[in-house]
């Protein structure tokens, strides 16, 4: 069994600063991309940041310059740190992963997702 589990949200004021973990654990053989999206009410989810098990990252545009996601193979973790936020960042954050499992399984998992409340 896999687990991804968020945290670090939070309500900020706009300008501020916010930094969000997401840690897997379980049976777990191996991990491909993690990456962060998120979903504001009325909107449909969106990717924000991804990193491949090397590296290499990937942001959307309206978070480019704010925001940096990182990786900690030896943990399992990912983290986003997001700077200079804005209203228009507020919505629920969740941690995504491409996981193969100790039974070879390959499957995408979802975190519970963390609130991030940014205010003007």
């Known amino acids: 069994q896999v687990q991804l589990v968020e945290s670090g949200g939070g309500l900020v004021q706009a300008g501020g600063s916010l930094r969000l973990s997401c840690a897997a654990s379980?049976?777990?053989?191996?991990?491909?991309?993690m990456g962060w999206y998120r979903q504001a009410p009325g909107k449909q989810r969106e990717l924000v940041a991804d990193?491949?098990?090397?590296?290499?990252?990937n942001y959307a545009d309206s978070v480019k310059g704010r925001f940096t996601i990182s990786r900690d193979n030896g943990k399992k973790t990912i983290y986003l740190q997001m700077n200079s936020l804005k209203p228009e960042d507020t919505a629920v954050y969740y941690c995504?992963?491409?996981?193969?499992?100790?039974?070879?399984?390959?499957?995408?998992?979802w975190g519970q997702g963390t609130q991030v409340t940014v205010s003007s």
């Open positions: 995504n992963s491409d996981i193969t499992d100790t039974y070879l399984r390959r499957t995408v998992y």
């Open positions: 990193i491949t098990r090397a590296g290499s990252t």
């Open positions: 379980g049976s777990i053989f191996s991990i491909n991309n």
